[in-house]
């Protein structure tokens, strides 16, 4: 059986709940733990007013336990179901994880019970090497499974090589971390040292432990642009180890010479 723990000022004015409507309490806590005696959440705020099925929190800060995870929750407000204690948070939200992923927007529905975030409003999030900017989101707390929901810009930086891909979409883009996978969709465009790849659909592989690029892969209507050159295909392949990009069907390229220069062909 979980314990709920409470502080004695919050007993007290919950005991008085139906005889008046709302109380107001200062140093707001509310925690609650597992049946092994550790924390499994906490909830603190500089102030809070509590009615019958909801507490409004002003100056949030939320610590969630798991097995593998602990995650930090801020706000500047927050209004808390006392039924589910599932949190409703706005204004300078701030999530970060003991690994350091963290997320920052302007509102987010925590889901206590299911482990789930998401918000319709502009998101930034950075894990690992990646960072994200995009409006809306539906994920997971750990933020392992994620679906960004458009007008995304990611940033994948490459420290051995001391470079920078860039991938841009319409949307939605749908990360996978623990498989190391990022799905763009509709209006892709990737820049990368190696050229701007244009595509419906692109796949980018990586490596959570070296963080670093491992393939991308576009589909359809492939459009790659690199050195003033065009390069056109139904698929497109870039493996970042080899350096080595394969195009599937019919692949085409379209070369400018510079003035004054021939073309010249094998």
Same mark, same amino acid.
């Given at each position: 059986?979980?314990? #709920? ?11 008085? #709940?139906?005889?008046? /409507? ?34 409004? #929190? ?86 392992? &499974? ?31 971390? /623990? ?44 459009? #790659? ?9 139904? &698929? ?31």
């Amino acid at each position: 059986m979980k314990l #709920i723990i409470i502080t004695l000022c919050f007993v007290c004015l919950t005991l008085n #709940i139906q005889a008046y /409507s709302q109380q107001r309490i200062k140093d707001f806590y509310l925690s609650n733990c597992k049946e092994d005696g550790s924390h499994d959440w906490e909830v603190k705020g500089d102030e809070a007013m509590i009615y019958d099925t909801y507490v409004d #929190i002003n100056t949030m800060r939320a610590n969630y336990f798991l097995e593998s995870d602990d995650i930090s929750i801020t706000s500047d407000e927050a209004r808390l179901n006392k039924e589910n204690m599932d949190v409703y948070l706005k204004k300078n939200v701030h999530v970060k994880n003991k690994d350091g992923a963290q997320l920052t927007t302007e509102s987010l529905n925590w889901q206590r019970e299911k482990n789930h975030i998401e918000t319709k409003d502009w998101v930034k999030t950075s894990k690992d090497a990646m960072e994200i900017t995009a409006q809306g989101l539906s994920a997971d707390t750990q933020m392992e &499974k994620a679906n960004f929901e458009k007008n995304v810009e990611v940033t994948f930086p490459d420290a051995e090589n001391k470079t920078v891909t860039t991938a841009t979409c319409s949307g939605p883009l749908e990360i996978e971390y /623990s498989l190391g996978r990022a799905i763009f969709n509709d209006d892709v465009v990737v820049t990368h040292p190696q050229g701007k790849v244009f595509s419906d659909k692109t796949t980018l592989y990586f490596d959570t432990t070296q963080k670093k690029i491992v393939k991308i892969v576009s589909e359809g209507n492939v459009k #790659i642009m690199r050195d003033g050159n065009e390069t056109y295909a139904e &698929k497109a392949t870039y493996f970042d180890k080899d350096q080595k990009l394969v195009l599937e069907g019919r692949p085409r390229l379209i070369y400018f010479p510079k003035e004054g220069q021939e073309a010249k062909f094998p």
